[in-house]
């Protein structure tokens, strides 16, 4: 079944191209799709293009749809094109004649944009908890390991003093600008597009502010062009939310991976989180680490792929809107799975005692050294001068008890304060 047959037989190679694997996609659709013609239905009935007990009909069939998409035996099969011809045909086989009532004042374009708006929405929202969930992790790690000094490094070289609780912390941080960003992509996301149909809207006296609040949206999308337009815009938004979270959680990644190396040998996992080698068996490899990073580089992509595929398409529909469902759910589905691992990773993470009197750390605190000649009334450039030529002369004698005051550095993390940012976010 197609919703635009109109009884002429199209070439199959055509067909097959054209409809690629919506089926498989739009399962992740289902749910949102009954609910937005629960929604229509509802609002049908309302201003008088049903009447009440085709309401009652159509609304009972369609939960009876959505139990089984709940239960996991909804199906697509090779007859229907998508998901929207599947629940149509269920609705016509069930009710005949009120069935086919379903898809007045509405077009395949409007079903797809608010199916999918509902699955950015309740996924952008599960990401950003997952996320929220991670950093309150971070920040009772950062407790934890707050005394543990850690070696900064710039350009990969031993530079100043840092601590466990800085660098988890400094993660937690970070991904609270995520939080900011997915904030932004859920108001995007959250207007409802049904009713503007094919993008021009409808002559039909529908209700859209009645299928706004059904369906939970904080607002709709009043214009019609600009919600057939927001096809496109809401992907390109969503998986730039999800690209920036990604950008974090590789550069974390990559740093697990490098203080889990010997030369390193900063932290360590137990070992049912690491793999081995099949000729060298000593190895104990962070392969769910390195595929994180390798994972999340991939969602970064996307992103770009969002842009290009859409960033010279004039107003109005265009097939190409279909290229952009693929990529857009992938970037969903992975993004929560990769939260998962990597929540349930870090918090077996094994820090350890880093060896300070270790020769290469002997001018990890050359700055600190600096710091105290010049609050004994030396002037910085001075005392640069000095524990330089000390520092070439191979004569420097480190101090390794200065501690750092200033609100957010290694002996004054501010965690409740970082705390306080990510719990203003609601």
């Known amino acids: 079944m197609k919703l635009w047959d109109k009884g002429i037989s199209i070439d199959k190679q055509i067909e097959k191209f054209t409809v690629g694997n ?3 996609l739009d399962l992740h659709l289902a749910k949102y799709d009954i609910q937005a013609s629960i929604a229509h239905g509802k609002m049908l009935g309302k201003v008088g293009i049903m009447d009440e007990e085709e309401v009652e009909q159509i609304v009972s069939e369609l939960r009876k749809l959505a139990k089984s998409v709940e239960e996991g035996t909804f199906t697509i099969e090779e007859d229907f094109e998508d998901v929207h011809s599947k629940i149509e045909y ?17 077009s395949r374009n409007d079903q797809v944009l608010v199916a999918m708006q509902l699955y950015f929405k309740e996924n952008l929202q599960e990401i950003s908890s997952k996320t929220g969930k991670l950093i309150d992790l971070l920040l009772e790690l950062a407790e934890e390991h707050k005394e543990k000094v850690l070696p900064g490094y710039t350009h990969l070289q031993v530079a100043m003093p840092s601590s466990f609780g ?11 600008d995520d939080l900011y960003l997915l904030e932004a992509g859920l108001k995007i996301v959250d ?7 094919a993008g021009y809207g409808s002559s039909f006296p529908i209700d859209r502010e009645f299928t706004t609040k059904e369906l939970g949206f904080s607002t709709l999308k009043y214009n019609v062009v600009a919600a057939q337009m927001s096809r496109g815009k809401c992907e ?36 049912e989180l690491t793999t081995g080698s099949s000729i060298m068996p000593h190895k104990k490899n962070p392969d769910v680490f390195e595929l994180i990073r390798g994972k999340c580089n991939k969602l970064q992509a996307i992103a770009n792929e969002m842009i290009l595929i859409t960033n010279n398409l004039p107003s109005g529909y265009h097939r190409d809107y279909q290229l952009i469902k693929e990529n857009s759910i992938y970037a969903m589905e992975n993004m929560k799975e990769i939260l998962d691992v990597f929540t349930h990773s870090i918090a077996q993470v094994k820090v350890k005692e880093v060896n300070l009197e270790d020769e290469k750390y002997r001018y990890l605190f050359t700055v600190d050294s600096i710091n105290d000649l010049v609050m004994q009334g030396k002037s910085f450039r001075e005392a640069y001068k000095k524990i330089g030529a000390e520092v070439e002369k191979g004569s420097y004698q480190p101090g390794t008890s200065k501690k750092h005051s200033h609100l957010g550095s290694k002996d004054n993390l501010a965690l409740e304060e970082i705390r306080k940012k990510k719990n203003n976010l609601h």
């Open 22 to 24: 919506d089926r498989e």
């Open 166 to 176: 800085l660098w988890f912390s400094a993660y937690a941080e970070l991904l609270i």
């Open 90 to 106: 269920e609705l016509t086989a069930a009710l005949g004649e009120t069935g086919k009532k379903i898809h007045t004042a509405r």
């Open 236 to 271: 390109r938004t969503a998986t730039s939310n999800i690209a920036s979270l990604a950008n974090t959680l590789s550069r974390f990644a990559m740093d697990i991976c490098l203080y889990m190396s010997e030369n390193f040998d900063f932290i360590t996992f137990p070992d």
């Open 191 to 197: 207007q409802n597009p049904l009713g503007s149909a």
